[in-house]
């Protein structure tokens, strides 16, 4: 009887062979990362065969100016084609297979096209011997791309005109976002478009657009290019010949920084270019799908109705007034004017995180370090070309303890954080805080490391803070230009630069285990 019920117990544990499959595919359903590669490689083939468009057309202006340079852009135009294509046949059988793409698979197209693009994009410095190491040449790739503008050079202006074009155009690029370039070409319309563009947007909320974010894309490629043509014209009818206005108009609009001149935009001592540039750095710090709003379907109201906006707008007059009052105070420049020019630039420049200077900061006093630290961090709206916290998480923080405040003396109340006259769901606050320690704890780390490398506590903390907000201009030893850091700490900051122009979540998140399950 014993013998009867143990064997009957034991044929009903032993499993059959289809239960066996079918549990041995389950087994590898919860271990597997069912990750589309496919489509990742085939976003960062496409970008990079759109990149070999930009490669050719600076080999062709270095033919225009009978200069040297043509053959490093050649071979790098030859070596990126190459990968592109090789990238799209592995990628080429995306939409047959019938594999969705999600968050995974757009966090990790943004960083592989980010990378790829700044790792060969950087060989025309390399082949061209205009930079001594390749960590140099990442260095100044990777700044662009991120639209930082902290460069290795110490004169600009001894380099060829498509090395300054290259320069110019990779912040252009970055300004508007790689993947914003991928959506608006025709071949990946609708395909996978939510997950890149929810990979790459900024800030705690964006317009949406979704299901014709393509069409969305090459709307705001056209606004961008406008707007980049726009200043060219303006630019050109000022001091600046048209080579200098093209390229000051892409690292403008694209709060970028670089410029063709080794003094910069000081070079050219002219008020009507500063007040120029200084309205456009402002316009690039502006949300552009909001732009869009204004542009395409005619609603201008709905930027200043815009919360973000006013608060933005009204952190920019109050740091000026108190630049202004403080330059004024120390009689810094000659006249009201000028005090009031030079702030005001500075000011737009560090909160847009463009990075132009018009001054040397250095002697503005240890105080003007400290509000500078502040600009640097939080910089422009979300949605804009500029780098930082934005202004909308700000807005969050400030609200949620505000919120904390009340609670503290009615412990009874139910409050909500109200964004544009709504309530922000509690999850959203939780990212937004999370969002900032993680950002924090990439400052402290960066921070530690560079002290380690030997450099001083405020080179160290004012060259993070700089990076991770993709500003470029820095406080200390490295505050006209980063040549004399050494090769391990330009890595580290142009890995910082990356992490901050995807928004620290996007590039850290992979090396999360938890990325890579199901």
Same mark, same amino acid.
């Given at each position: 009887?014993?013998?009867?019920?143990?064997?009957?117990?034991?044929?009903?544990?032993?499993?059959?062979?289809?239960?066996?499959?079918?549990?041995? +595919?389950?087994? @590898?359903?919860?271990?597997?990362?069912?990750?589309?590669?496919? *489509? /990742?490689? &085939?976003?960062? #083939? +496409?970008?990079? @065969?759109?990149?070999?468009?930009?490669?050719?057309?600076?080999? *062709? /202006?270095? &033919?225009?100016? #009978?200069?040297?340079?043509?053959?490093?852009?050649?071979?790098?135009?030859?070596?990126?084609?190459?990968?592109?294509?090789?990238?799209?046949?592995?990628?080429?059988?995306?939409?047959?297979?019938?594999?969705?793409s999600g968050r995974r698979e757009g966090m990790l197209a943004v960083t592989g096209t980010w990378l790829t693009l700044s790792l060969i994009g950087m060989l025309p410095f390399v082949f061209g011997g205009f930079t001594e190491t390749v960590a140099d040449a990442f260095f100044e790739t990777a700044s662009g791309f991120t639209t930082t503008g902290a460069t290795i050079f110490t004169s600009v202006e001894q380099l060829p005109h498509a090395i300054l074009l290259w320069r110019s155009l990779i912040q252009w690029q970055g300004g508007i976002g790689i993947v914003l370039f991928t959506l608006a070409l025709p071949q990946m319309s609708g395909i996978g478009g939510s997950s890149l563009y929810n990979a790459e947007s900024t800030g705690i909320k964006h317009e949406r657009f979704l299901p014709r974010i393509a069409e969305v894309a090459q709307r705001l490629w056209?606004?961008?290019?406008?707007?980049?043509?726009l200043l060219t014209l303006l630019l050109w009818a000022g001091p600046m010949n048209?080579?200098?206005?093209?390229?000051?108009?892409?690292?403008?609009?694209?709060?970028?920084?670089?410029?063709?001149?080794?003094?910069?935009?000081?070079?050219?001592?002219?008020?009507?270019?500063?007040?120029?540039?200084?309205a456009f750095m402002f316009l690039g710090s502006l949300n552009m799908p909001l732009l869009y709003i204004a542009v395409f379907r005619r609603q201008p109201k709905r930027l200043l109705k815009e919360e973000e906006f006013r608060w933005f707008f009204w952190f920019v007059v109050g740091f000026t007034v108190i630049t202004f009052s403080w330059l004024l105070l120390n009689d810094i420049f000659p006249g009201t004017e000028e005090t009031f020019r030079k702030a005001l630039f500075q000011v737009v420049s560090l909160m847009s995180s463009t990075g132009y200077v018009t001054a040397d900061m250095n002697l503005w006093h240890p105080f003007f370090f400290c509000i500078g630290i502040m600009m640097m961090a939080v910089c422009g709206c979300a949605g804009s070309t500029a780098g930082g916290l934005k202004m909308s998480r700000l807005m969050v923080m400030i609200k949620n303890l505000n919120n904390e405040f009340k609670k503290r003396i009615h412990p009874s109340m139910v409050t909500n954080v109200r964004f544009n006259g709504k309530a922000v769901d509690s999850d959203v606050v939780i990212q937004v805080l999370a969002f900032i320690f993680l950002y924090l704890a990439v400052i402290i780390v960066g921070t530690l490391a560079l002290c380690l490398g030997g450099n001083d506590f405020v080179s160290s903390l004012s060259d993070t803070f700089s990076c991770i907000s993709n500003v470029g201009p820095s406080f200390g030893a490295h505050s006209m230009n980063f040549s004399s850091a050494g090769s391990l700490e330009k890595i580290i900051l142009s890995l910082i630069m990356l992490a901050g122009r995807l928004e620290v979540f996007t590039v850290i998140g992979i090396f999360v285990p938890s990325f890579w399950r199901k």
């Amino acid at each position: 009887m014993c013998l009867w019920h143990a064997s009957e117990s034991y044929l009903k544990r032993k499993k059959t062979v289809p239960e066996q499959i079918a549990s041995r +595919n389950k087994w @590898l359903s919860r271990h597997s990362t069912h990750i589309n590669f496919r *489509f /990742v490689a &085939l976003v960062v #083939g +496409n970008m990079c @065969l759109t990149e070999t468009a930009f490669l050719l057309l600076c080999t *062709f /202006v270095d &033919l225009f100016y #009978g200069e040297s340079s043509s053959h490093a852009f050649l071979w790098t135009a030859l070596i990126m084609s190459g990968l592109g294509y090789l990238l799209l046949v592995l990628g080429k059988k995306e939409s047959k297979k019938g594999q969705k793409s999600g968050r995974r698979e757009g966090m990790l197209a943004v960083t592989g096209t980010w990378l790829t693009l700044s790792l060969i994009g950087m060989l025309p410095f390399v082949f061209g011997g205009f930079t001594e190491t390749v960590a140099d040449a990442f260095f100044e790739t990777a700044s662009g791309f991120t639209t930082t503008g902290a460069t290795i050079f110490t004169s600009v202006e001894q380099l060829p005109h498509a090395i300054l074009l290259w320069r110019s155009l990779i912040q252009w690029q970055g300004g508007i976002g790689i993947v914003l370039f991928t959506l608006a070409l025709p071949q990946m319309s609708g395909i996978g478009g939510s997950s890149l563009y929810n990979a790459e947007s900024t800030g705690i909320k964006h317009e949406r657009f979704l299901p014709r974010i393509a069409e969305v894309a090459q709307r705001l490629w056209v606004l961008y290019v406008g707007i980049t043509v726009l200043l060219t014209l303006l630019l050109w009818a000022g001091p600046m010949n048209l080579f200098d206005s093209l390229c000051h108009a892409l690292t403008c609009v694209s709060t970028g920084g670089y410029s063709t001149r080794n003094d910069g935009i000081l070079a050219y001592n002219s008020a009507y270019t500063e007040y120029v540039i200084t309205a456009f750095m402002f316009l690039g710090s502006l949300n552009m799908p909001l732009l869009y709003i204004a542009v395409f379907r005619r609603q201008p109201k709905r930027l200043l109705k815009e919360e973000e906006f006013r608060w933005f707008f009204w952190f920019v007059v109050g740091f000026t007034v108190i630049t202004f009052s403080w330059l004024l105070l120390n009689d810094i420049f000659p006249g009201t004017e000028e005090t009031f020019r030079k702030a005001l630039f500075q000011v737009v420049s560090l909160m847009s995180s463009t990075g132009y200077v018009t001054a040397d900061m250095n002697l503005w006093h240890p105080f003007f370090f400290c509000i500078g630290i502040m600009m640097m961090a939080v910089c422009g709206c979300a949605g804009s070309t500029a780098g930082g916290l934005k202004m909308s998480r700000l807005m969050v923080m400030i609200k949620n303890l505000n919120n904390e405040f009340k609670k503290r003396i009615h412990p009874s109340m139910v409050t909500n954080v109200r964004f544009n006259g709504k309530a922000v769901d509690s999850d959203v606050v939780i990212q937004v805080l999370a969002f900032i320690f993680l950002y924090l704890a990439v400052i402290i780390v960066g921070t530690l490391a560079l002290c380690l490398g030997g450099n001083d506590f405020v080179s160290s903390l004012s060259d993070t803070f700089s990076c991770i907000s993709n500003v470029g201009p820095s406080f200390g030893a490295h505050s006209m230009n980063f040549s004399s850091a050494g090769s391990l700490e330009k890595i580290i900051l142009s890995l910082i630069m990356l992490a901050g122009r995807l928004e620290v979540f996007t590039v850290i998140g992979i090396f999360v285990p938890s990325f890579w399950r199901k």
